[in-house]
């Protein structure tokens, strides 16, 4: 289907997600794959998030899309990536950019801002269970065997989680910067001059490139 259009344009939720801690616009690329192609990313899951930005690196989407656009105006902050609990933040954001690194690091940001206006009771570990790894690591075991059977959901790796957060914590974006050439520096234009000064300044300082040394 991809190489039967010119040009594309992803249009990724802004969300929590019970396996990979979060589902942005590089997540979007395992939509277009087979089921045998996901068996083996759910299986060999020791690599899981590293797949995810490498999936995009394909000659053919790296050479049509052409822009990535989030409309987060609600925010899937818990669970993920059907259910849980929608925040709806004023004011809502709509992010683009036609890079999908940029665009990822941004929505991140947005993501994390939302879930740490949460309150306690809403984020609690039930509702929010990709805290917890034994969920984590045989939820997967389950997709496996929805995918390729028992025998395949017995020898499948074990999917590491980790707490995200700041966006410097995520897998999947520190792959996306090695194999998209390095962090992007990422300039935020409020182009219907619509969002507060001081959200701004919150989600530029959360996607500033921080010291190599770190």
């Given amino acids: 289907m991809i190489q039967e259009v010119d040009h594309i344009i992803l249009m990724p939720r802004c969300s929590r997600h019970l396996l990979l801690g979060n589902s942005l616009g590089m997540k979007n690329a395992v939509g277009y794959w087979r089921t ?14 590293e797949k995810t930005a490498d999936a995009n690196t394909v000659k053919c989407l790296r050479d049509k899309q052409r822009l990535v656009l989030t409309t987060a105006t609600q925010i899937l902050t818990t669970l993920g990536p059907d259910d849980g609990f929608i925040a709806n933040p004023d004011p809502g954001l709509v992010i683009a950019s036609e890079s999908i690194v940029a665009h990822d690091m941004v929505s991140l940001a947005w993501l994390l801002l939302n879930r740490q206006a949460m309150s306690d009771k809403e984020i609690t570990d039930a ?14 075991r389950f997709v496996v065997n929805r995918l390729g059977g028992i025998k395949e959901a017995v ?17 999947v974006l520190n792959r996306a910067y090695e194999v998209f050439g390095g962090i992007p520096e990422v300039k935020l234009v409020d182009v219907g001059e619509s969002v507060p000064q001081d959200l701004i300044e919150a989600l530029a300082g959360m996607v500033a490139r921080i010291p190599t040394s770190q």
């Fill in 127 to 140: 509702r929010d269970p990709y805290k917890h790894q034994f969920i984590v690591e045989n939820v997967n």
């Fill in 36 to 49: 045998d192609s996901r068996l083996e990313y759910h299986k060999n899951a020791s690599t899981i998030q």
């Fill in 155 to 171: 020898h499948a790796e074990k999917l590491l989680r980790n707490d995200i957060d700041s966006i410097w914590d995520d897998r």
